[in-house]
């Protein structure tokens, strides 16, 4: 048997070299005017996050996505599964507008809106609150377990497994009504689906929020793989000006750096230190830098207190790096805004002239067409009528489009309530001699007897013999 080569053993040996220990990161505390906006973020997007289940509209939950009903109600619009192409349209316009303003400023998704960042700063607040400061962290976990370390760490995980119960509870809220499910789980009768989903939902909370973090940005997320496809040369990115911060060095703050010869950079370190992925800007443009601006709000604070000026880290383009002009309008970006815009509006104009009501018309195809016993010609049609609307309405129909028709249905009034589906077969039989051609055009009308402005109009064919 032939022996192992001396290259694969030592490979074998040195294998850990090939993979990094994860390596916590311990985000500093950051003020300032970039911190400030995603604060605002973190209140906006899970205030609303948490607050909109608890709204109510027209007697019913404002945003409940009803499964079983197969209503979908939003605040005052009830859309049905009919309507899933409102859904592939904001779709499009979601990827549309995450193209748009990668583009434009880079990761600002990821920053500021992204649920993975949201939900980190929450959790590192809790943390913070806890724990404390950013050094205070480090020297408790280096520290050997005791009761203070061990109070400290389960008071942290509970609020932290209670912040992800309550997420996965409110997520499922927007699917069972939030009320009724609030007294499932005082009552402790839970079905398994809302179970089920509240304990994933939640898990998933504290997995990625608590533990990974930077890992999901890093290496589960695909944005920080292609994001790079969607940069030019005038996107605006977080960078560090190496010709104006090197050389870099400590110095005291009454020391000329260009007597000392030296750049603005001073070599804090802070910048590495409040980046919540772990890098050092100053080593260039990374895919896992996330644009938060942490490291700007940071930069500038210290800047400020050495009497330098602003921007050694700042958003700016590569273009502008290299001393050149920055185009903010070029085609993408045009391109962008005009595909988001027409479709927006396409789909606000849409949704505001819409009418929930649907008729489909199936012609009968055993047969083109039958003959009476009177001789006249007749077509058969299934008609599939659905009120979308969330009140019972009965309706009206009528036929026109050929002269001296008849027109055969089971009954003078249609009722239907909200929700249903009726399919009614009809008839409409008209004399030969008053089909000019083999085929011909007639209008079904469908009108709520309560409310005219319900109404619906769909076109079929009447095929009679050939003409002679």
């Not at 583009?103 to 404390?132: D, H, M, N, S």
């Not at 609030?182 to 533990?211: D, S």
Request: neutral net charge.
């Amino acid at each position: 048997m032939k022996k192992d080569s001396p290259d694969l053993n030592s490979a074998v040996e040195n294998s850990d070299e090939f993979y990094a220990k994860h390596q916590k990161v311990y985000p500093r505390k950051v003020t300032g005017w970039f911190a400030s906006l995603r604060v605002t973020g973190v209140f906006l997007l899970l205030g609303g996050y948490y607050l909109v289940p608890w709204l109510r509209w027209d007697n019913h939950q404002a945003v409940l996505f009803d499964l079983p009903a197969r209503k979908f109600y939003i605040f005052g619009l009830t859309f049905w599964p009919q309507d899933f192409f409102y859904l592939a349209a904001l779709l499009i316009i979601a990827a549309l507008s995450l193209f748009f303003f990668t583009a434009l400023a880079g990761r600002l998704w990821c920053g500021y809106a992204c649920p993975q960042t949201v939900w980190t700063e929450l959790f590192l607040w809790i943390e913070r609150k806890v724990e404390g400061s950013r050094n205070q962290q480090i020297k408790l976990d280096k520290a050997s377990m005791s009761s203070h370390k061990l109070y400290l760490k389960v008071l942290k995980h509970f609020f932290w497994l209670t912040l992800s119960a309550w997420t996965g509870f409110t997520f499922v809220g927007y699917f069972t009504p939030i009320i009724d499910l609030g007294h499932a789980v005082a009552q402790f009768t839970l079905g398994p689906w809302e179970t089920f989903w509240i304990i994933f939902y939640g898990f998933a909370t504290y997995g990625n929020a608590g533990w990974m973090r930077e890992q999901v940005c890093i290496y589960m997320c695909p944005y920080a793989r292609f994001q790079s496809a969607m940069f030019d040369k005038d996107t605006l990115i977080i960078s560090y000006d190496d010709k104006r911060g090197e050389s870099r060095g400590a110095r005291k703050k009454s020391v000329d750096p260009k007597e000392a010869g030296l750049g603005d950079c001073v070599d804090c370190t802070l910048c590495a230190q409040v980046c919540p992925t772990g890098i050092d800007i100053r080593d260039g443009l990374q895919y896992q830098c996330i644009g938060c601006a942490a490291c700007v709000d940071v930069c500038d604070d210290v800047m400020d207190k050495m009497g330098y000026e602003k921007g050694l880290v700042r958003y700016t383009t590569q273009n502008r790096i290299d001393g050149k002009t920055t185009h903010l309008l070029r085609p993408r970006i045009i391109i962008y805004a005009s595909l988001l815009m027409i479709i927006s509006l396409t789909l606000l104009y849409s949704i505001a002239t819409r009418i929930p009501l649907e008729m489909d018309i199936i012609r009968d195809r055993n047969a083109l067409y039958r003959e009476t016993v009177d001789g006249l010609v007749e077509n058969i049609y299934t008609l599939k009528l659905i009120n979308m609307d969330t009140k019972d309405h009965k309706y009206q129909l009528h036929v026109d489009g050929l002269k001296d028709m008849s027109f055969i249905k089971p009954e003078s009034e249609i009722k239907i309530k909200s929700g249903e589906v009726v399919n009614l077969a009809v008839r409409i039989q008209i004399d030969p001699v008053n089909l000019s051609k083999t085929s011909s055009n007639v209008n079904f009308y469908l009108k709520a007897i309560d409310q005219p402005d319900l109404a619906v109009t769909e076109k079929a064919r009447f095929i009679g013999p050939l003409s002679q």
